[in-house]
């Protein structure tokens, strides 16, 4: 089996209502390729639940994460980006790897992050429509494409674009 992600780590972000196939889905995928996936959420070892009930326990805390340990970040969506991007450390995090120009895959609401991070000006991006006009608002270059790739930042619209989505992140991920 092709592994072309053997010895990549990535980390995603979980908490309270994510859109449960938008960490799944990408997750499954990634560690299929071969990578190591870290998910952190607000606490360590704790359960957190997807808009549609499905569960995920965290790895470890989002406070103990360090970008220099990674290889890319994985934001998925949901009602958790409102929230996560209320969290200085996430914020933090999100800045380390774009300034180390390490991937940021962003899907559906998971843009909220980036953008709070302010790591989107002048980056090409798509996201739900829901948040088009904060992606605007944030200097982005809004496109209504499954996926869009600009340099290490790899974002998508809504579940049905997840086979793109993960295409998109290999791409970036095995370039480096």
């Not at 499954?28 to 359960?47: D, K, M, N, S, Y």
């Not at 996201?127 to 270059?141: E, F, R």
Request: glycine residues 10%; hydrophobic residues 45%; charged residues 25%.
């Amino acid at each position: 089996m092709d592994r072309p992600l053997s010895g990549t780590r990535i980390l995603a972000f979980v908490g309270d209502i994510y859109e449960d196939l938008e960490l799944w889905y990408p997750k499954l995928r990634l560690i299929e390729a071969g990578a190591e996936v870290v998910v952190a959420g607000p606490e360590a070892e704790t359960l957190y639940r997807g808009k549609n009930g499905y569960p995920c326990t965290s790895d470890a805390a989002i406070a103990d994460m360090q970008a220099d340990r990674f290889d890319g970040l994985l934001v998925p969506g949901g009602f958790m980006p409102d929230k996560l991007r209320r969290d200085a450390k996430v914020l933090d995090l999100v800045r380390q790897f774009d300034a180390a120009c390490k991937l940021i895959a962003a899907i559906c609401h998971g843009g909220w992050i980036p953008i709070s991070a302010g790591v989107y000006q002048g980056v090409r991006v798509t996201g739900s429509l829901g948040i088009k006009d904060d992606l605007v608002n944030a200097d982005a270059i809004w496109e209504d494409d499954a996926v869009v790739v600009d340099r290490h930042f790899v974002s998508s619209r809504k579940p049905d674009d997840l086979p793109e989505f993960c295409r998109g992140m290999l791409e970036v991920l095995t370039s480096r």
